[in-house]
């Protein structure tokens, strides 16, 4: 917390002044978070503070009763967020500017952001969550189950009215959320994540046992991911089957 306001104040992100007639008031927050490498391992430990124009000051920061912090530069949470492009001039340029200007460090081509490793060769780019995965199969406690070749179950059709009521919902909520996630990178699981996200609000312990199958097939396919070729274009090709109102809650197809 005090290197990130030691960030802000050194980058003249605020003054103090006092609060103006109705004018309406921005509050603020710390948000606190873990940054991991790709591996899983520590990188460091994270605080951000975000406006919630004229802010409260955040906690730890000391100033009279009476002023506000009267924002002079954008602050994570207000809709003045920087935006990306993909003009390499004008990425170099503003590098360059903020260089500067500001001290800040280059990465270099990105390798991991969010869960998601991203890998360059001469023949494209790579993208895939293979730590993900393990986060998912840690929390599902299925480190040492047996692993299954397909996301769901062949011939098995699911209804919210199947077996018995699920006791903690919470486990599969989370598990299901992550897995969503994961399609990002791995759309041959879409269909059975779709399958079990329409459970959530009324969970029964089959439902599970289909959230269950689904991290077994991770375990041995959790290197899988997206490969986008620089050498020829791009083409999907979709395909659709229709099994005659096989959903037993509403009969759609």
């Known amino acids: 917390m005090e290197e990130e306001l030691v960030s802000l104040h050194s980058n003249n992100t605020w003054d103090l002044a006092l609060a103006p007639a109705n004018h309406l008031l921005v509050g603020s927050k710390w948000v606190y978070s873990i940054k991991l490498k790709a591996d899983g391992s520590l990188d460091r430990y994270k605080a951000r503070l975000v406006a919630?124009?004229?802010?409260?000051?955040p906690p730890g920061y000391h100033a009279a009763?009476?002023?506000?912090c009267k924002l002079k530069k954008a602050l994570y949470g207000l809709k003045q967020a920087p935006r990306a492009c993909d003009n390499k001039d004008g990425i170099q340029y503003l590098k360059d500017t903020l260089q500067s200007s500001f001290h800040m460090k280059d990465l270099g081509l990105a390798s991991?952001?969010?869960?998601?490793?991203i890998s360059k060769n001469s023949q494209g780019y790579f993208l895939s969550q293979r730590k993900y995965p393990?986060?998912?199969?840690?929390l599902a406690q299925l480190s040492d189950a047996k692993t299954v070749a397909t996301p769901l179950q062949l011939n098995v059709n699911y209804g919210r009215d199947d077996g018995d009521p699920l006791l903690d919902p919470m486990t599969y909520r989370s598990i299901v959320g992550g897995l969503v996630y994961l399609t990002v990178t791995r759309p041959d699981i879409a269909h059975a994540v779709h399958i079990v996200s329409q459970f959530v609000s009324d969970l029964r312990c089959l439902h599970?046992?289909?959230v269950h199958h689904i991290i077994r097939y991770l375990?041995?396919?959790s290197h899988m991911g997206l490969s986008y070729a620089t050498t020829s274009a791009s083409l999907l090709t979709a395909y659709s089957d229709a099994d005659y109102a096989g959903c037993k809650d509403t009969c759609r197809v």
């Open 52 to 57: 919630q124009v004229y802010m409260r000051p």
């Open 65 to 68: 009763l009476n002023l506000l």
């Open 112 to 117: 991991y952001f969010l869960g998601l490793e």
């Open 134 to 138: 393990h986060d998912l199969i840690k």
């Open 208 to 210: 599970l046992t289909a």
């Open 219 to 221: 375990r041995s396919t």
